[in-house]
């Protein structure tokens, strides 16, 4: 099992529509991450978030830490064939001897 | 500007054969690391350094070496290759180790198939 869970594992849907993404675990995060990966490419870092409750905002990408620092979310409004692409979250924390561990993955697929 | 460059991009092994691959950047960072990324798993970490003469191991550090000679470069290295070993390969590096503010660089991987 891995520390951090993505929920869902794949996702479609149409352009124009939103959508959340969601990363869960057990431990507590020093800070949490959000990368996408576009095929044939290594992933790209969105945002860095280390306060609990934390909420950033990336244009129409929407992140937040949760409370306990344990899970975190992303939320895209009005997507677009641009946002395609595997979304990963990836936390750092004592349980992970300080560096990143990734979760397990989000394939996002938008419509035209 | 090249960031992380791996070597090979590419390859096909059989059961038990050895390899290396290499992992250079050029923004002069501290920290590498080396994942692997298989379907429906993420990336998970195999081994890190947090600087030239150091490694570490990450999650799945089993079946993998690796060494950092000099700064710029992280070699991972297979001595008996297993068909569990089938995966894409991740580089990355970063500034330091304060992962408040710090954000991984990552190559283009490295796709490894062992037959």
């Known amino acids: 099992t891995q520390l951090l869970e993505q929920s869902p594992q794949f996702l479609s849907i149409q352009e124009g529509e939103n959508l959340t993404v969601y990363c869960n675990s057990s431990?507590?995060?020093?800070?949490l991450q959000w990368y996408r990966q576009e095929p044939g490419e290594g992933p790209v870092l969105l945002v860095t978030?280390?306060?609990?409750?934390e909420v950033k905002k990336l244009k129409r990408l929407t992140f937040q830490f949760g409370d306990a620092r344990k899970d975190s979310s992303l939320h895209i409004t009005a997507a677009q064939t641009g946002d395609t692409g595997l979304y990963l979250c990836a936390g750092a924390g004592p349980n992970t001897g300080n560096q990143f561990y990734f979760g397990t993955g989000t394939s996002l697929t938008v419509i035209p | 500007n090249a960031g992380v460059t791996q070597t090979p991009k590419f390859r096909v092994l059989k059961t038990g054969q050895s390899m290396t691959l290499l992992c250079a950047q050029d923004m002069n960072h501290e920290y590498m690391y080396w994942y692997r990324q298989d379907p429906g798993m993420g990336l998970r970490l195999i081994h890190y350094s947090v600087g030239e003469g150091t490694t570490a191991k990450g999650e799945v550090p089993d079946g993998y070496n690796v060494s950092r000679l000099k700064k710029q470069n992280f070699l991972l290295g297979l001595e008996s290759a297993a068909p569990s070993q089938t995966s894409v390969y991740f580089c990355?590096?970063?500034?330091?180790?304060?992962?408040?503010?710090?954000?991984?660089?990552f190559g283009e991987g490295s796709r490894l198939t062992v037959l």
């Open positions: 990355a590096s970063s500034f330091s180790g304060n992962t408040n503010t710090g954000e991984l660089f």
């Open positions: 431990s507590v995060f020093s800070s």
């Open positions: 978030v280390v306060t609990g409750g």
